[in-house]
């Protein structure tokens, strides 16, 4: 538009006004990734006005605590987007890892009880996650879409969570995952020390290593990557097993929160698990799922989740606002994609 | 649509992962559900194999067959007309959403949002005859609010562009909220029976010549879908911009106005199914339609296994209903716990759609080597 209104040039000079404007037209976007934080710091003050028990120290390590648990889960589901490229038949996505994370809390809690060691018990626990993520991969990988596959993950998963706990909520005291609930280290809590360090080799492996960027290269264009030499069906399948084995990690930080593995609790978990991964599209300048904005998002999830109802709002609502903001995102998003393509 | 993507993806190894691929599954589908009990197991299995292997097509109605034999074997009731009726009209609802979804899928979208349209319907029928409305203020009010939930799908992905599974699984979470705070917290709502009109009754537990209602309108309801999607201008439009937006938008087709009355058209077959479901259930229970997400999902692509092309189609829709009604229906004859069923479903409906594939590509290389 601005090439086209300005008074018509030399030839010469037609590159430079068509850079010009597109560098006008580029420097929103260098502002767009300032959004998350503002809209983080904005909900901060928010609830810390409203209620003033909110800045409290206990009260905000309690937040990073519950944070925990879905920013790691969310890592995995942003491994998977960003392999899995925006496509829309093949586009990734895993809907089974809310099961896979009440799967892997509830069988390291059974396996506790039958007076397995804790350092077997999360072996075979992690170990029986990342084979779940490996058919998901498998399957993927053979041409099935992932919405298909995994939604009937979910559905297995669950069902087998059902059957390994008896549908009954199964209690562990083990010291490990007491010291995980209630220990702490240099006065961070054990949990936000274990999001810390997933958080930092999840961070390096796909900002700093050549595998994450052949995984974002497989994303963006798989047969490019292909004719580049890159194995596009290992970084799809990794990408899945990758996504459950995070998951089963983060099921183990949930039951460990809870003194106890719920059956239904990974139903609960995957909005807030989808909302922290597609939040993290506004902590990002390209408006893409990120792994720091996954981070983010997962903090502001929890801070929206404890800031709600500590000012009394009902759960119900909380769930709405949820649904409501990942639209939000979403709807900016795709607004913003158009635009860039025109 | 997806075969095309990943045939290219691994040339060298897929004849190899397709054969294994394809033994593996076969005899899991004969073994897995059969026990190796008499003589169904071997049998069946070779049955899948044969067919399977010279048509894949012929995959879904052959597993059909295989399931009907098995469970015939394993329980003498299974085969009686009482049963098979009794089936039939219990999934007459999961036949309404995998039509419902049918559509949507044809038109290039998906819908996880069905079993939102199913529950508001029901909902808002409930609230309507418990605040003694007429059945027909009842009826018409529920259709209106599962319009409003398509409506709001079609917003979403034609207006502003948001994928149709992400705007969708959105709606989902939403309307699993609206639903909590329209009942304080999920507290069902019950209707004497005095308070239900008889005519809103009958749509649950009433007979035409014999037969279950909610039958009869699920089969009418198919038999409209089916001419409006095969014989209408509206159903060709879609099915085009559903396979190729592009090349229809450039054809001067409104690829847009066809997905946004494809997803208020499902939910106003979903709302019909909503309707049914409070006059049989006598009420509402929070999130009981989201039972027939899954289900309807998986049976429209079974069904476009049973198409050359992978089309969504309704005869392979009700061939995928049939599929999950036979299995519910069998392990609960059989006495398999509740605890496995979601298990059997997700398992079925993987392998089905596995062999499809491998088979399909197994076929499409023989012509080239």
Not at chain 1, 212 to 232: F, I, L, S
């Amino acid at each position: 538009m601005t090439a086209l209104s300005a008074p018509p040039a030399p030839a010469g000079q037609a590159p430079s006004a068509a850079t010009e404007s597109a560098t006008k037209r580029r420097r929103p976007v260098s502002r767009l990734g300032l959004i998350g934080y503002a809209i983080v710091v904005i909900e901060i003050v928010v609830f810390a006005v409203a209620s003033p028990g909110f800045l409290d120290p206990a009260n905000l390590a309690t937040i990073l605590t519950q944070s925990a648990v879905y920013a790691i889960a969310a890592f995995g589901l942003s491994i998977v987007v960003v392999a899995g490229g925006e496509d829309v038949v093949r586009g990734g996505i895993d809907l089974s890892i809310g099961a896979v994370l009440g799967f892997s809390g509830a069988l390291v809690a059974v396996l506790l009880q039958s007076e397995l060691g804790l350092p077997l018990a999360l072996l075979i626990g992690l170990g029986a996650t990342a084979l779940i993520g490996l058919v998901n991969g498998l399957v993927v990988v053979a041409g099935i879409r992932p919405l298909l596959v995994t939604l009937a993950m979910m559905s297995i998963v669950t069902s087998l969570t059902i059957v390994i706990t008896n549908n009954v909520k199964v209690p562990v005291s083990d010291g490990g995952l007491v010291w995980l609930r209630s220990g702490d280290v240099a006065g961070i809590p054990a949990a936000v020390v274990v999001l810390l360090l997933v958080f930092a080799v999840v961070a390096f492996a796909t900002g700093r290593t050549s595998w994450g960027v052949k995984n974002a290269a497989v994303g963006q264009n798989p047969t490019a990557a292909r004719v580049a030499g890159v194995n596009v069906n290992r970084h799809i399948i990794g990408s899945y097993v990758l996504a459950a084995v995070l998951a089963g990690i983060a099921g183990v930080l949930m039951t460990s929160r809870l003194s106890a593995a719920l059956p239904g609790i990974g139903d609960e978990s995957l909005i807030d698990i989808l909302l922290a991964t597609f939040l993290s599209i506004a902590f990002s300048r390209r408006l893409v799922v990120t792994i720091t904005g996954t981070l983010f998002s997962a903090v502001f999830v929890a801070i929206l989740t404890s800031g709600f109802s500590q000012l009394g709002v009902p759960s119900q609502w909380i769930g709405i606002t949820k649904g409501v903001l990942i639209l939000l995102v979403l709807a900016v998003a795709a607004i913003r994609e158009r635009s860039v393509r025109r | 649509m997806s075969l095309d993507t990943t045939a290219g993806a691994k040339p060298a190894s897929s004849p190899a992962a397709g054969a294994s691929g394809a033994r593996s599954g076969g005899t899991g589908t004969g073994g897995g559900r059969g026990q190796g009990t008499g003589p169904g197991g071997p049998l069946s299995t070779l049955t899948v194999r044969g067919l399977g292997a010279a048509v894949p097509q012929a995959l879904a109605p052959a597993v059909l067959a295989v399931l009907l034999i098995v469970f015939a074997v394993l329980s003498p009731s299974f085969l009686t007309a009482g049963n098979l009726l009794g089936v039939l009209n219990q999934n007459a609802l999961l036949l309404l959403a995998a039509v419902a979804m049918t559509v949507v899928v044809r038109a290039g979208g998906i819908d996880l949002s069905i079993g939102v349209a199913i529950d508001l319907a029901a909902l808002t029928a409930s609230a309507l005859l418990a605040d003694d409305y007429v059945a027909w203020v009842a009826i018409v009010g529920a259709l209106l609010v599962g319009l409003l939930v398509g409506a709001v799908n079609a917003f979403l992905i034609v207006v502003l562009r948001i994928r149709p599974f992400l705007a969708t699984l959105s709606v989902w979470f939403i309307g699993g909220g609206v639903q909590q705070v329209a009942t304080d917290g999920g507290s069902p709502i019950y209707l004497s029976r005095g308070s239900v009109p008889d005519e809103f009754a009958w749509l649950g537990a009433g007979s035409v010549l014999g037969v279950a209602t909610p039958i009869v309108i699920a089969v009418l309801v198919l038999l409209i879908v089916w001419a409006a999607l095969e014989r209408s201008r509206w159903g060709r439009v879609l099915t085009a911009a559903g396979e190729q937006p592009t090349a229809t938008r450039i054809a001067g087709r409104m690829a847009g106005t066809s997905m946004a009355t494809a997803f208020v058209f499902a939910a106003g077959i979903a709302a019909i199914a909503g309707i049914i479901l409070a006059a049989r259930s006598n009420g509402f229970v929070a999130n009981s339609g989201q039972l027939y997400v899954l289900d309807s999902i998986g049976a429209v692509f079974i069904g476009t296994t049973l198409s050359r092309t992978g089309r969504p189609n309704l005869f392979g829709t009700l061939v995928g209903v049939l599929i999950f009604a036979l299995l519910t229906n069998g392990m609960n004859l059989v006495g398999l716990s509740f605890y496995w069923q979601g298990l059997a479903r997700g398992v079925v409906l993987i392998l089905i759609l596995l062999l499809g594939v491998l088979l399909a590509r197994d076929r499409s290389r023989k012509p080239l080597t």
